[in-house]
């Protein structure tokens, strides 16, 4: 995209991508900070937090063949007035990722027509987001974080053909 400049006051330059990582349902999302400086995001409100190898939240969006949304299934993780250690930093130049099996977290689509216990191929479009700050933000009096220069940060659209078990 030559002649087209995108400036961000202080904020740094992540940029995040899904890709297949060769398990059944599997994928990889990786945020990459371009930027000059250290970046920090909410691990509870991203794919990056996976206590017991889940996520905390539908952050990401999962799409059947026809454009409809797939349900999630996975847990809510609600937190308030996030402390310092609720941050995950991503030092320029340097990646951070998780790998996610869809099948836990989404009730992956199946086919009227598959038998019991089939495995069947469907397509689905994956997409995530995080929301990227250049610091992590303080807490006021009240225990709630100061408003901080921020950039949201969209994936790719990844479509796979995800594994079902018909029952």
């Known amino acids: 995209m030559s002649g087209l ?3 961000f006051a202080s904020v740094p330059h992540v940029e995040l991508s899904i890709s297949p990582n060769g398990t059944p349902n599997g994928i990889r999302l990786v945020a990459t900070n371009f930027g ?34 797939v349900a999630y299934t996975g847990r809510s993780v609600l937190i308030r007035s996030p402390g310092p250690a609720s941050y995950t930093r991503i030092p320029s130049g340097e990646s951070i990722s998780a790998d996610i099996d869809l099948s836990r977290e989404y009730a992956l689509p199946t086919t009227a027509t598959a038998t019991v216990n089939v495995n ?3 397509n689905v479009n994956v ?8 610091r992590i933000p ?30």
């Open 5 to 7: 400049t995108t400036a």
């Open 36 to 69: 000059p400086a250290d970046a920090y995001i909410l691990a509870y409100h991203s794919v990056f937090a996976l206590p017991d190898g889940r996520t905390t939240g539908r952050w990401i969006h999962v799409t059947d063949a026809s454009g409809n949304d």
């Open 120 to 122: 069947v191929n469907v």
């Open 127 to 134: 997409q995530s987001g995080i929301e990227v700050l250049d």
């Open 138 to 167: 303080a807490l006021d009096e009240y225990g709630e974080p100061e408003n901080v220069p921020s950039e949201s940060v969209e994936s790719n659209v990844l479509s796979i053909a995800a594994i079902s078990a018909v029952k």
